[in-house]
T-cell receptor
Framework: GAVVSQHPSRVICKSGTSVKIECRSL??????MFWYRQFPKKSLMLMAT?????????EQGVEKDKFLINHASLTLSTLTVTSAHPEDSSFYIC???????????FGPGTRLTVT | AQKITQTQPGMFVQEKEAVTLDCTYD???????LFWYKQPSSGEMIFLIY??????QNATEGRYSLNFQKARKSANLVISASQLGDSAMYFC????????????FGAGTRLAVHP
């Protein structure tokens, strides 16, 4: 099946710094990418949807200036957590979908810890 | 608006037995897709099975089958011949195939398979 990679898998950063997470579709062109956030023992919450070459569409309650999303190519999307705080510590999962497909492929996730 | 409900926070099953994980949904979209994902402790989201709202037959994939009852708006996952490796979180998800094409998730059910 299709593969989506995420990098890094784990990151620890200090409060106030910014962290960039990369999401790549390895063997297909992802016209749409999604970013989810998951707290421990909770479900996945959609943060934003990005279409290649367009600005991301953020879900209600998600700060677009804090969570910067770039989808510059059909195989790469990045999520930058700016001025991170301990409450931003979470598991971030990206997902990618090709133009004509019902399937949505997930990356392995990135565990962010802000100290 | 779309909503997915999983009412079983945890389920136990004996190895080699079958288990049903419940999922109900609500949507105003006339056309939609229903998904089940498995999330082991590693965090990766593993796609299990898909059911389209207009599919006449219930979807099956190996030991997984989806009991789709459209009138009741339910899409229960049946796992037959449970294995120890089936222990994980299971998420039901839905995506409208019209305008609202975001994949949203239920709260999840933690399945424990006992030897």
């Amino acid at each position: 099946g299709a593969v989506v990679s995420q990098h890094p898998s784990r990151v620890i950063c200090k409060s106030g710094t910014s962290v960039k997470i990369e999401c790549r579709s390895l063997d297909f062109q992802a016209t749409t990418m999604f970013w989810y956030r998951q707290f421990p023992k909770k479900s996945l919450m959609l943060m934003a949807t990005s279409n290649e070459g367009s600005k991301a569409t953020y879900e209600q309650g998600v700060e677009k200036d804090k969570f910067l999303i770039n989808h510059a190519s059909l195989t790469l999307s990045t999520l930058t957590v700016t001025s991170a705080h301990p409450e931003d510590s979470s598991f971030y999962i990206c997902s990618a979908r090709a133009r004509v497909s019902y399937e949505q492929y997930f990356g392995p996730g990135t565990r962010l810890t802000v100290t | 608006a779309q909503k997915i409900t999983q009412t079983q926070p945890g389920m136990f099953v004996q190895e080699k037995e079958a288990v049903t994980l419940d999922c109900t949904y609500d949507t105003s979209d006339p056309s939609y897709g229903l998904f089940w994902y498995k999330q082991p402790s590693s965090g990766e989201m593993i796609f299990l099975i898909y059911q389209g709202s207009y599919d006449q037959q219930n979807a099956t994939e190996g030991r997984y089958s989806l009991n789709f009852q459209k009138a009741r708006k339910s899409a229960n996952l049946v796992i037959s011949a449970s294995q120890l490796g089936d222990s994980a979180m299971y998420f039901c998800a839905m995506r409208g195939l019209g305008g609202y094409n975001k994949l949203i998730f239920g709260a999840g059910t933690r399945l424990a398979v006992h030897p």
